[in-house]
């Protein structure tokens, strides 16, 4: 018998009913009951990973400690659990075929016929176990993507069809389904939920566990509706109304039991209860700000509710360590000129400049950091946005007017951000950008030397190119300094201005590292500043 316990959540009826959040949500309950939980993503789409969608594709790109680009529910597993994720938490179809042709290739199935069933489902169930054979893991919660009955996801169900049997007790299947309420019949309906349950059921799997997603509460009977018709207990239909915010998702989850369900039917101790003291002194915060400030995201994607979604949950962060309601002003950079960035950016405590990558919208976001700059508002550039604060410097203040990246322009005679050394011989698109944590050195004079409390950190990176050190003496005798250098490489990974209230850019990706638990030192910071900038406004 295995010691680790494999959970599998799948979804049915609809996409973006919350797969990631229900995941997230149970391993922080089986955590508080002192259980060690893994969580997973089985992607289906054949991209070997999503460095190279694009984000109106799919979202927001998130990068593990270990350099891998994957989906942004690893975000949601790390803020929820706390706990870092690797290459091994995220597994897409591309990667596995790719792996069982490479080994094809190498003549690891020399004299047979390479098929989806042993070969494929093999190499998934590998991917799944990988973390549980490592023996650090009560559970592993494994999320597998896009919905029951899609074509793609076929052989993940069937990988799940044969870990039940060869697992037994050891293995639970819970199936996310929508419960719709239709206005003209004030009625919810249980058929979606039936059906997908019976689509399910044709692939050879029982869902133990059905949670249902509702905009209205399960009226009696209904429950029992459904466990009659989808053979589960009642016990087992678990209610999961909208929320206020995906925080409170754990919470709602307690209520309804799921954690002791799933324990109850993996044989697990239920001896202790969920402890999750801390996680309700984080939602009172959140919930009884005593100050309001506005900051501003500039971006090229802001019409996409998921493309700066660490950025937006590294705010909901940071206002509840300050008690302060943070509203996010979605900005497009696209929009913004000099001629109307005072009327646009007008109102606002703090301004954010978010990552990306290409022309379309640097002007703007240039703009949006002049302005910052020389009204004193606290500013924070992330990646792209720290190398537009160092192209706005060059040109507004060392009078360098065609200073520019090699990026937007490779023949600019003033090239103040260029592509890394190693990244010049590099020809591939996939996984080949600067990628992972990297240590970085404080200047212990610095500002952010004040706020991290330490001089050397280590953040994570996704980009191409960097700050040109031959330019570096002119911009701190003009008064941007490099406040974190890679002491490696001596890569620029922080610039700021000491004679501004709070002006700072950083090479990497800070959002990445923010959870509940541990709420990332900048942002805290930043809105601390814009707190700060507020209330000077107002005297």
């Known amino acids: 018998m295995s010691r680790t316990k494999y959970i599998f959540v799948l979804g049915g009826v609809a996409s973006s009913l919350g797969k990631g959040i229900i995941s997230a949500s149970l391993a922080k309950l089986l955590q508080s009951r002192g259980f060690s939980v893994a969580l997973q993503k089985l992607d289906p789409y054949i991209n070997v990973d999503p460095g190279t969608l694009n984000p109106y594709e799919h979202g927001e790109c998130y990068v593990t400690e270990d350099g891998a680009e994957t989906d942004l529910d690893l975000g949601h597993y790390e803020r929820f659990s706390n706990v870092p994720t690797s290459q091994a938490n995220n597994v897409t179809t591309g990667s596995i075929y790719q792996t069982v042709i490479e080994k094809e290739r190498k003549g690891d199935y020399l004299g047979h016929t390479v098929q989806v069933i042993p070969h494929i489902t093999d190499e998934i169930k590998r991917r799944i176990m990988l973390l549980g054979n490592t023996g650090k893991y009560d559970f592993v919660i494994t999320e597998i993507g896009g919905t029951v009955g899609d074509i793609e996801s076929l052989p993940y169900i069937e990988t799940v069809r044969q870990m039940r049997w060869e697992l037994g007790r050891d293995c639970c299947v819970i199936h996310l389904t929508l419960v719709p309420y239709l206005s003209a019949a004030g009625e919810l309906k249980t058929k979606p939920t039936q059906h997908s349950v019976k689509t399910l059921l044709e692939s050879g799997v029982q869902p133990d566990i059905i949670v249902c997603r509702t905009e209205r509460p399960l009226y009696p009977g209904l429950k029992d509706k459904i466990a009659l018709f989808c053979n589960v207990e009642t016990s087992s239909v678990i209610e999961s109304l909208d929320a206020k915010t995906i925080y409170e998702v754990p919470i709602m989850m307690r209520q309804e039991n799921l954690d002791a369900e799933v324990l109850r039917k993996t044989m697990m101790p239920l001896d202790n209860q969920p402890d999750l003291k801390k996680w309700e002194e984080f939602l009172y915060k959140l919930s009884n700000p005593s100050d309001e ?24 962060h940071a206002s509840a360590e300050n008690e302060c309601k943070v509203n996010v002003k979605l900005i497009h950079s696209e929009h913004i000129e000099n001629s109307n960035v005072e009327k646009t950016l007008e109102g606002l405590q703090g301004i954010l400049v978010a990552p990306g990558f290409g022309e379309r919208g640097i002007e703007g976001k240039i703009s949006a950091i002049n302005f910052a700059r020389t009204r004193m508002i606290p500013f924070f550039g992330i990646c792209l ?48 950008m600067r990628l992972g944590t990297y240590p970085c050195k404080l200047n212990k004079g610095s500002k952010v030397y004040e706020i991290y409390q330490t001089m050397n950190i280590s953040e994570r990176h996704r980009h191409r190119y960097e700050f040109n050190n031959a330019y570096m003496v002119d911009f701190e005798n003009a008064g941007m300094v490099a406040a974190g250098i890679n002491p490696e490489d001596n890569l620029v990974e922080i610039v700021e201005i000491p004679d501004h209230p709070w002006f700072v850019g950083v090479q990497f990706h800070p959002e990445y590292k923010s959870t509940v638990a541990k709420p990332h030192p900048l942002f805290v910071d930043f809105i601390k500043a814009a707190m700060e900038y507020k209330a000077k406004k107002e005297k």
């Open 293 to 316: 400030v506005t900051i501003g995201l500039v971006g090229k994607y802001v019409e996409l509710k998921d493309a700066y979604k660490s950025i937006n949950e590294s705010f909901i």
């Open 385 to 432: 946005g720290m190398q537009c604060a160092v192209i706005e410097f060059a040109r507004s203040v060392l009078d360098l007017r065609s200073a520019h990246s090699t990026e937007m322009n490779p023949n600019t005679k003033f090239p103040v951000i260029d592509l890394m050394e190693e990244q010049k011989k590099i020809k591939g698109m996939g996984g080949t």
